[in-house]
């Protein structure tokens, strides 16, 4: 049974066309997170929210956006796309703190034309 | 800032070698010590999670062990099948609630 889910799987768009990226999970879990991964590199986390408090990395651009409106979902925005853009979104949660195991989505692979 | 490096980048082996797969980071100051699981063009599975006071997880034929003082942890594969290739990431979180991620070691096991 599917526990984090992520839609679309696949997404294209056009360059400076904003995007939303949705997340939904069943495990009932605190914490929510969005990573960025470029072909061959690690993820990279962009923000996560512990139950409605916002937290934001240091270096993830203002183009991108996030919103929880239930434990269950959480969306990214993409304001503007650039090419520089273009990467997996991993989607990812944990029951209480990033000191527990994190079960992830399949991830949405984001094209920008 | 915390760095979280695997050597190699790629490896292949031959069907039923056990092999080992290596991480260090730069910081010792770490809670806890995952290492995952990533299928081409899908997302991560957790394989074992090693909290800081421990220096070992097994699941299956899975091992994961942890030095903190050295900043290293290993990941050993016993009996090695063409089913266990994939990228194999570990990742460590820290003091300041952060998550570090190393880039991976490229896993291919030859029938």
């Known amino acids: 049974d599917a526990m984090v889910i992520q839609n679309p799987r696949y997404q294209v768009t056009q360059f400076g066309k904003p995007v939303t990226l949705s997340c939904s999970q069943t495990?009932?879990?605190?914490?929510m997170y969005w990573y960025q991964q470029k072909s061959s590199q690690a993820p990279k986390l962009l923000f996560h929210?512990?139950?409605?408090?916002?937290?934001n990395e240091a270096d993830t651009p203002d183009n991108f956006q996030s919103r929880r409106p239930n434990t269950s979902f959480c969306f990214l925005d993409i304001r503007s796309p650039g090419l520089g853009d273009a990467a997996m979104y991993l989607c990812?949660?944990?029951?209480?703190?990033?000191?527990?195991?994190?079960?992830f989505g399949p991830g949405t692979r984001l094209l920008v034309l | 800032k915390q760095e979280v490096t695997q050597i190699p980048a790629a490896l292949s082996v031959p069907e039923g070698e056990n092999l080992v797969l290596n991480c260090s980071f730069t910081?010792?100051?770490?809670?806890?010590l995952q290492w995952f699981r990533q299928d081409p063009g899908k997302g991560l599975t957790s394989l074992l999670l090693i909290q800081s006071s421990q220096r070992e997880q097994t699941s299956g034929r899975l091992n994961a062990s942890l030095d903190k003082s050295s900043g290293r942890s290993t990941l050993y594969i016993a009996a090695s099948q063409p089913g266990d290739s994939a990228t194999y990431l570990c990742?460590?979180?820290?003091?300041?609630?952060?998550?570090?991620f190393g880039t991976g070691t490229s896993l291919t096991v030859i029938p």
């Open positions: 990812a949660t944990s029951r209480e703190q990033l000191r527990e195991t994190q079960y």
């Open positions: 929210y512990y139950d409605k408090d916002f937290n």
């Open positions: 910081d010792s100051a770490i809670y806890n």
């Open positions: 495990l009932n879990h605190n914490v």
């Open positions: 990742a460590v979180s820290g003091t300041g609630n952060q998550f570090y």
